[in-house]
């Protein structure tokens, strides 16, 4: 606790760890009001949901890589808090201008936008750590500002649900937007200057040189590896199993709980609350008693619990919806979740050279959205046809028997620690 006290004392740390707190808390925020403004402008579907997140994920993909390959080379100061001014600018006009506004495009436009902005903003964010502390300080700052930007994210879906249940989503943008505002200026008031800022007049034909040359060569340099190495190929697999189970039911899910329960963000912010929490403390349980289990094996497992709690969860919500029991399995699903995160990027840590880590993770994410894109789309089209239930129920059985099945497939690969 001294520690973290003489580290929050550190005047530029402390600017940074407490705008990322509130812009945490605006983040979640912002969410729960474009789903909000989904539900309550475009009729609330599951495909006009998975619509609004396929311009927050399509970032990752064309900006990304040209985001890693630039932001050191910029001022990451003057980054982080331009960043920060222009998503307060864009997210303001979406309920000035655009939250009664018929042209859906336009929305979709200012979200990509502003999540575009984003892909620059993350990597800016986690470097200029280094700037601000000192080295042996290094470790715990990183843990700060990790672990509160995640308590206050998983807070921030309860507050969010409140807030824009009470206040409607123009509220909720309009709280996003300030909160964007607070962190530019926490941000603004750090001292310390380091970088060379590009001059705006290069800054265009040098992400065009980036794209033809990064994004392609990323892309190539990553996925020959994952060929060539059989355990980061399965390793691939599996984040493509987890990321298209979560795309199949995201939107699905949310639907689902506005019906059984009968609020538009309320109780869905609270129970994604819970699932942050059990996310939160899974995590902790696997970093600190998982080591002596087989990393595959804890994946194999986390994937039939998974399966089994995700199944209790949608039967018991749609015959007899109570949100206390909802909340109790929401939590359960997150504890038992998590170790499949923690295994697959600890066996990509062990297994992958030095050189090819940075491109085997970018890779390994664009892997990830794609699979969530695919998988969001396929379901919420479904939906139109079938029960989000039945949808829930055929993931859940999904999970279970592909766990099985991997579980007692006992080939050298899959056993080895």
Same mark, same amino acid.
């Given at each position: ?27 979640? /925020?912002?969410?729960?009001? /474009? $789903? ?8 609330? !579907? ?12 399509? *970032? ?25 001014? %222009? ?7 979406? *309920?000035?201008?655009? $939250? ?5 495009? /336009? ?15 993350? *990597? ?13 300080? %290094?470790?715990?700052?990183?843990? %700060? ?27 909720? @943008? ?14 603004? @008031? ?89 996310? @939160? ?23 039939? #619990? ?14 007899? *919806? !109570? ?28 297994? +992958? ?39 829930? #129920? /055929?993931? +859940? ?7 099985? #099945?991997? #579980? @007692? ?9």
């Amino acid at each position: 606790m001294a520690q973290i006290t003489r580290l929050l004392k550190n005047r530029n740390f402390f600017f940074l760890w407490f705008g990322q707190i509130i812009s945490q808390l605006g983040d979640r /925020l912002g969410q729960m009001a /474009l $789903i909000g403004f989904v539900s309550l402008n475009m009729r609330g !579907s599951s495909l006009e949901i998975a619509k609004a997140l396929f311009f927050t994920i399509l *970032p990752v993909f064309l900006i990304g890589p040209v985001a890693g390959v630039y932001v050191d080379r910029w001022d990451r100061r003057k980054t982080l808090y331009i960043c920060d001014f %222009l998503r307060t600018i864009l997210v303001l006009i979406i *309920p000035l201008f655009l $939250i009664s506004s018929k042209t859906r495009f /336009l929305v979709y436009l200012l979200i990509f936008l502003i999540f575009c902005i984003g892909r620059f903003f993350i *990597p800016a964010k986690m470097a200029i750590v280094a700037d601000l502390v000192e080295k042996k300080d %290094l470790l715990l700052a990183n843990s %700060l500002v990790n672990i509160t930007g995640m308590i206050a994210a998983i807070f921030g879906f309860g507050l969010g649900g409140i807030l824009v249940e009470w206040f409607g989503p123009k509220g909720g @943008f309009y709280l996003d937007s300030l909160s964007f505002f607070i962190s530019a200026l926490f941000i603004f @008031f750090i001292s310390k200057r380091d970088g060379n800022f590009i001059e705006i007049k290069e800054l265009a034909s040098e992400i065009i040189n980036a794209v033809k040359k990064s994004i392609w060569q990323e892309l190539k340099d990553g996925f020959i590896y994952f060929f060539k190495n059989r355990y980061i190929r399965f390793t691939a697999w599996v984040m493509f199993v987890l990321w298209s189970a979560l795309g199949s039911v995201y939107v699905v899910l949310i639907v689902f709980i506005q019906k059984t329960l009968g609020s538009i963000t309320r109780d869905l912010g609270f129970l994604i609350t819970f699932l942050g929490i059990g996310l @939160f403390m899974g995590s902790l349980s696997y970093g600190r008693f998982g080591q002596k289990i087989s990393h595959y094996k804890a994946i194999f497992v986390s994937l039939i #619990l998974s399966g089994a709690f995700l199944s209790l969860f949608s039967l018991s919500l749609s015959f007899k *919806p !109570s949100f206390s029991l909802a909340a109790l399995l929401t939590f359960i699903l997150g504890l038992v979740v998590s170790p499949i995160m923690i295994a697959s990027y600890t066996l990509i840590h062990k297994i +992958s050279q030095d050189s090819m880590m940075g491109k085997t993770f970018s890779s390994l994410e664009m892997v990830m959205h794609l699979a969530f894109i695919l998988f969001m789309f396929i379901s919420s089209i479904l939906s139109r046809y079938i029960s989000e239930l039945f949808i829930l #129920l /055929l993931v +859940s059985i999904v999970f279970v028997i592909l766990g099985f #099945l991997n #579980l @007692f497939y006992r080939s050298k690969v899959l056993w080895l620690r």
